[in-house]
């Protein structure tokens, strides 16, 4: 099983991060993927939620209406369109994913940095 995020980076405040996780080794279109970050001295928290079929989606009150979690089967992927950014954004981004046989799965994390 392999999670692999990409796409973060150093951004300055208002500016935008697309965030992707390339999934493998296990049932990616049935499986209920989400995204986490940790900044430093901090624990992990639950960003953005996204069901199987995308019919659902769920964000932490923090990033509403600036983050937009998004998922393609047919690629395996799940991605987390960052907008307008801020400096309290700053942390490691996680993707997990969670199998219909409540298997749990993580990636290595991407960093983030929303700094002038």
């Known amino acids: 099983v392999q999670l692999v995020e990409s796409g973060g980076g150093l951004v300055q405040p208002g500016g935008s991060l697309r965030l992707s996780c390339a999934a493998s080794?296990?049932?990616?279109?049935?499986?209920?993927m989400s995204w986490y970050r940790q900044a430093p001295g901090k624990e992990r928290e639950l960003v953005a939620t996204?069901?199987?079929?995308?019919?659902?989606?769920n964000y932490a009150d923090t990033v509403k209406g600036r983050f937009t979690i998004s998922r393609d089967n047919a690629r395996n992927t799940v991605y987390l369109q960052m907008n307008s950014l801020k400096p309290e954004d700053t942390a490691v981004y996680y993707c997990?994913?969670?199998?219909?046989?409540?298997?749990?799965?993580w990636g290595r994390g991407t960093q983030v940095t929303v700094s002038s």
């Open positions: 080794g296990f049932t990616f279109s049935s499986s209920f």
């Open positions: 996204i069901t199987s079929t995308s019919d659902s989606t």
């Open positions: 997990h994913a969670q199998t219909i046989f409540l298997r749990s799965y």
